[in-house]
């Protein structure tokens, strides 16, 4: 009987029919806009519009690509400026989201402390309230400690991230308390515990959080629109902004190109996030 | 070690993340309590008059506030909606043996990597009357064209597509791992018992989703009450204020109208909001919805 089911179950006809078009439908609707858009950033403006319609293979694959969008932006635009800057207050909040989350996890989840649940409250608490709405106090905070149009002013505020230590607990909490009592008897404090026994057992943990925070500072806009004043200081999601908002009379070809080089950072990354999360999910089916 | 030393260890590694927290979460909150109570510009946040509730007298008053709630909730009901179903489908189909199924999860994550600012830019492109994508299709099976972000009646509906495009992939996964967590005895019981795949997806699997379902309720409610960058990029919160979110609203009235002590009183009303759409899903997870 069971093994009847899963022999159905592989190659119920009925499904078959439902899968084309619904692969049919998810490529229509989700990759030929991508195509749409990479297509377009490789033509000048006259060939988008005459390509679009009627519908065809010209819409969505550039048949004689010019360079020249993509020239435009490094070379006029500065654009390179832009994701320099995008590179720089990514990794940096990284680097401080990392840095300031795990010893707080550590003593939230490997020391006795006294008060420690009122504490996770009063730090959870907070992951309630959307950043949104503490833009407006942010921006007098952040002038009034000297960051003001500062690429420290994007990253700084953010990086004792509630989120961060709410990703990171459970890893911390897992790991069994013999290894630090094993080494604690060897004569290891607490600073050796963390880092030479915990910190390597939860790699996996913190790869997540970088690279949910890597995305989420590289594709940040209202804060950064808000902290950033200066044409030098821009970061690539205002650079690209700036040149679609009401009022403004876009270059098709410019902003499709310039869409196509702001989102290769953030897929590349989320390509190895992919792996990751196959590789925590089977390594969670195994227990 | 002793139990000092413990204390000691654990506030070295404690202090310098609440010392952020301190100064960049809690301050900011009594900040805003502050500034919510007092009317001045950012050019000159020193001279600040104190209004008393002047500032929420307004926030419930306001024609303009009340258009901004509106078109906000409006936006995360019919997002919340739509998703909901279509998600749940796209779930079913990856949870299948299909051929194919993990490159269609892979493609239908790419927009919710894709920031809102590179979303917005392809869809202002994609509905643009003249040029667009989208005219182009409809227009190749009879229909449009039709004008999109520039009608007061079209502006809203089109965003809440666009917002569809950008989190159905999201939702379908956190759907995803709510199915692969039901257990396959439950399912096959209803196999014996003579139900066919609709029926067990309806009578089976859709009321043992109950959690997933208000997780992706709070999440896809929660990234509506957050949305900007549409506003701001193509439409302009227009035509008529008809895309005017309440995030949108609070960036105009504090950067552009300079009545950030209003604008942070519009902030506490945003706070509340969200806070009792997660205090609803605290509440509803305790309840007997589980399994």
Known sequence: MTAATAMRRRIDPVMMIVAVPVLLAVF???????????????????????????????????????????????????????????????????????????????????????????????????????????????????????LSDSLAAVFLPWIASPLGLFLLRPAFEELPRELDEAARLEGAGHMR????????????????????????????????LIALQS???????????????????????????????????AIAVFFLLQRHFVRSLAASGMK | MTRKGDIVAGAMFLFPFLAFLLLFQYLPIAML?????????????????????DNYVRLFTDPTVRQSFFVTMVFAVALVSLVIPLALALAVFLNSRLPARDVVRTIVLLPTVTSAVVVATMWTFILHPANGLLNAVLGSVGLGPFDFLTSRAEALPSLVLMMLWQQVGFAAVIFLSGLQNIPEDLIDAARVDGANAFERILFVVLPLLGRTTLVVVVIMTVFSLQTFAPAWLMTGGGPLGSTNFLVHHIYVTSFQFQQPGFASAICVGLIAIALAVSGLQMIALRSRWSY
């Open chain 2, 33 to 53: 309590a502050r500034d919510s109570v007092h009317a001045f510009t950012l050019f000159n946040p020193a001279d600040k008059t104190f209004v008393g509730i």
């Open chain 1, 28 to 146: 229509a609707v989700f990759v030929l806009p991508y195509l749409w858009t990479v297509a377009s950033g490789l033509k000048p403006q006259e060939a988008i519009f005459r390509d679009v319609s009627p519908l065809g293979l010209r819409t969505f694959l550039p048949f004689d690509p010019t360079l020249e969008n993509v020239v435009h932006l490094f070379v006029e635009r500065n654009i390179g400026r832009a994701l320099l800057n995008s590179a720089i207050i990514s990794v940096c909040q990284v680097a401080g989201t990392l840095v300031l989350c795990a010893p707080a996890a550590y003593a939230l989840t490997r020391i006795d402390l006294p008060g420690r649940s009122v504490l996770l409250v009063l730090i959870l608490l907070t992951f309630l309230v959307p950043y949104e709405a503490l833009i407006v106090p942010m921006y007098s905070l952040v002038n009034g400690i000297g």
């Open chain 1, 193 to 224: 515990i963390f880092w030479s026994i915990v910190l390597p057992n939860v790699r996996t943990a913190l790869l997540t959080l970088s690279i949910v925070t890597f995305l989420f500072s590289w594709n940040a806009f209202l804060w950064p």
């Open chain 1, 231 to 265: 044409p030098d200081n821009a970061v690539v999601q205002i650079a690209i902004a700036q040149s679609v908002a009401p009022g403004q009379l876009p270059n098709w070809g410019e902003t499709f190109a310039g869409a196509a080089v702001a989102t290769l950072p």
